[in-house]
T-cell receptor
C-alpha cells in the first residue's frame, strides 16, 4: 500500500453518463495529480493541484472536470465521455510539487461504451 | 517540451542475470529522474530516483546511472528474480516545471526461472 487509495477500481459507463472518480491520500502531502494511462502510450499528466489550487491543466478536454476540496482528496468528474477515453486513471500525491517523489494509487480502470 | 525515449520495450532475462533499461531525454534542464515499477493491477511504485548532481545511485540490487552530457540514464537490476517481472517506467522533469513528470513508454521485463 502506498497510502493513496482510489475508488472505484473499475468503472463502466456509457457516453451519456456522469460519474466521478475519487482519490484520497493518507500521507500528509500537499500536491495531488491525475494521470491517464493508455496502452502503448506514456503516462499523461492531466491535472495538478498544489495546496488545493489547480496549477496545471494539461490541455485536457472539458468533459473531465477535477475537484480538490482539501489536500487529502481529489475527484475527477466525468461526463459525456468518448470511447477513446477508456484508460487507467491514476492519482498520485507528493509532499510538494517540484522534484518530490510522487506516490501513485492503484488506479481506476475506466471503460466507456 | 521534454521527450523521454525508453528502450527496450520488452526484455526477457533468466533468473540471476542482470537487466538494463535505458532512457534518453531531450531537455538539458531536466534534473530529476525517477524510475517506477508497475505490477499487474497496481499503480506505478517508485523504486529509485536520481538527481542531476550525482552520477550514480544504488539501492541493493537496483542502481541508476546518469550521463548528463549524453542526456541518458539507465536502470540496472542485478541478480534478477521472478518477482522483478513487471513494467518499468523512467521519467524526467525539470525545476522549471518540476511537477510535470514526463514518462517513457515503459519496458516490460520478464524474468524466467
Amino acid at each position: 500500500e502506498t497510502g493513496v487509495t482510489q475508488t472505484p477500481r473499475h468503472l463502466v459507463m456509457g457516453m451519456t453518463n456522469k460519474k466521478s472518480l475519487k482519490c484520497e491520500q493518507h500521507l500528509g502531502h500537499n500536491a495531488m495529480y491525475w494521470y491517464k494511462q493508455s496502452a502503448k502510450k506514456p503516462l499523461e499528466l492531466m491535472f495538478v493541484y498544489n495546496f488545493k489550487e489547480q496549477t496545471e491543466n494539461n490541455s485536457v478536454p472539458s468533459r473531465f472536470s477535477p475537484e480538490c476540496p482539501n489536500s487529502s482528496h481529489l475527484f475527477l468528474h466525468l461526463h459525456t465521455l468518448q470511447p477513446e477515453d477508456s484508460a487507467l486513471y491514476l492519482c498520485a500525491s507528493s509532499q510538494m510539487t517540484s522534484m518530490y517523489e510522487q506516490y501513485f494509487g492503484p488506479g481506476t480502470r475506466l471503460t466507456v461504451t | 517540451g521534454e521527450n523521454v525515449e525508453q528502450h527496450p520495450s520488452t526484455l526477457s532475462v533468466q533468473e540471476g542475470d542482470s537487466a538494463v533499461i535505458k532512457c534518453t531525454y531531450s531537455d538539458s534542464a531536466s534534473n530529476y529522474f525517477p524510475w517506477y515499477k508497475q505490477e499487474l493491477g497496481k499503480g506505478p511504485q517508485l523504486i529509485i530516483d536520481i538527481r542531476s548532481n550525482v552520477g550514480e545511485k544504488k539501492d541493493q540490487r537496483i542502481a541508476v546511472t546518469l550521463n548528463k552530457t549524453a542526456k541518458h540514464f539507465s536502470l540496472h537490476i542485478t541478480e534478477t528474480q521472478p518477482e522483478d517481472s513487471a513494467v518499468y517506467f523512467c521519467a524526467a522533469t525539470t525545476s522549471n516545471s518540476g511537477y510535470a513528470l514526463n514518462f517513457g513508454k515503459g519496458t516490460s521485463l520478464l524474468v524466467t526461472p
